[in-house]
Nanobody, 127 residues
Framework: QVKLTESGGGLVQVGDSLRLSCATSESAPRAYGMAWFRQAPGKERELVAAISRSGTFTDYAASVKGRFTISRDIAENAVVLQMNSLKPEDTAVYYC????????????????????WGQGTQVTVSS
């Protein structure tokens, strides 16, 4: 069973950038579809970005498109979320998720399509 560990969260100002990293206990990025979700207080967990097993295909929530970038760091067995131009509405706990996938081109938008989850990392954007 793969273990996912997020890091990189923190308190930043509006317009700042943060880089979240999801370290995996095995070579999950090569065999797994991966994603970042977030959950703000009182709200449902929502997809932020997803990346296919191959790393070729990505998918983003409309609210972050053009500001956030998901990528794979093969050397580190990690998935990275680069977040730029942060807004107060980006404040949430960010979770890394993964699913073993035989389809190299697929991305998945629903939380129940993922089997493995990290503990989450808090991102707070202050105005």
């Amino acid at each position: 069973q793969v273990k996912l560990t997020e890091s990189g969260g923190g308190l930043v100002q509006v317009g700042d950038s943060l880089r979240l990293s999801c370290a995996t206990s095995e070579s999950a990025p090569r065999a797994y579809g991966m994603a970042w979700f977030r959950q703000a207080p009182g709200k449902e967990r929502e997809l932020v970005a997803a990346i296919s097993r191959s790393g070729t295909f990505t998918d983003y929530a409309a609210s972050v498109k053009g500001r956030f970038t998901i990528s794979r760091d093969i050397a580190e067995n990690a998935v990275v979320l680069q977040m730029n131009s942060l807004k107060p509405e980006d404040t949430a706990v960010y979770y890394c998720a993964g699913r073993r996938d035989s389809q190299w081109y697929m991305t998945y938008r629903m939380s129940d399509e993922y089997d493995y989850w990290g503990q989450g990392t808090q991102v707070t954007v202050s105005s």
